[in-house]
């Protein structure tokens, strides 16, 4: 296989994993990807191979079995083994699997520690809770979630009388509600 098609065959499967977070496509994009692999789609591709990496700019789309991202730009890092080691995305990132949706400005997933860092005005939304921070840090093994630098919000929607209730706090940690 020649090394930029085993890259972008590396990001496609390795990508498959669930990511981030979650809601309802706001692309209208009702593309599927085949099933084990994760399909990619942007206005430009710029990628390295002395470098190892793969630039994605432009209304880009990444469709995965349980997740839907849509950003300005993503740029992904591999090891010289052709393995992903670290995912950028920035730009008006949306990040959506069932019941739960992630906005924010940047987005970063590190692979060696398994953990999302969510920066410039992250919101998640998950089942009746919406989550605000200055940054929020997900691991996905833990399934664990920690807010810091800034002012965190927890709005919890009441079901019964349908009102929000609100619980502000300087720094927040807590595990994930069950998916």
């Given amino acids: 296989m020649k090394p930029l098609a085993s890259i972008l065959f590396t990001v496609l499967l390795l990508a498959g994993a669930p990511i981030w977070a979650q809601m309802q496509d706001d692309t209208g994009s009702d ?28 209304k880009v789309i990444v469709v995965g079995q349980n997740f839907h991202m849509t950003c300005q730009e993503m740029k992904v ?3 010289t083994d052709n393995k992903v080691s670290k995912i950028v995305a920035t730009g008006d990132v949306v990040i959506t699997q069932p019941n739960r949706v992630t906005h924010c400005g940047h987005a970063e997933y590190t692979q060696e520690n398994d953990t999302f ?13 919406k989550v605000q921070g200055t940054r929020i840090t997900i691991n996905r093994q833990t399934q664990q979630m920690q807010t810091d630098q800034g002012r965190t919000t927890v709005t919890i929607q009441n079901s019964d009388m349908n009102q929000a209730t609100t619980t502000p706090s300087n720094a927040g940690g807590g595990n994930l509600p069950n998916k």
């Fill in 31 to 58: 593309m599927q990807p085949p099933v084990g692999s994760t399909l990619i789609m942007s206005d430009e591709l710029h990628s390295d191979q002395t470098t190892h990496t793969s630039d994605f700019i432009g």
């Fill in 77 to 79: 890092y591999f090891t």
């Fill in 117 to 129: 860092v969510l920066t410039e005005e992250p919101v998640i939304y998950d089942g009746k809770t």
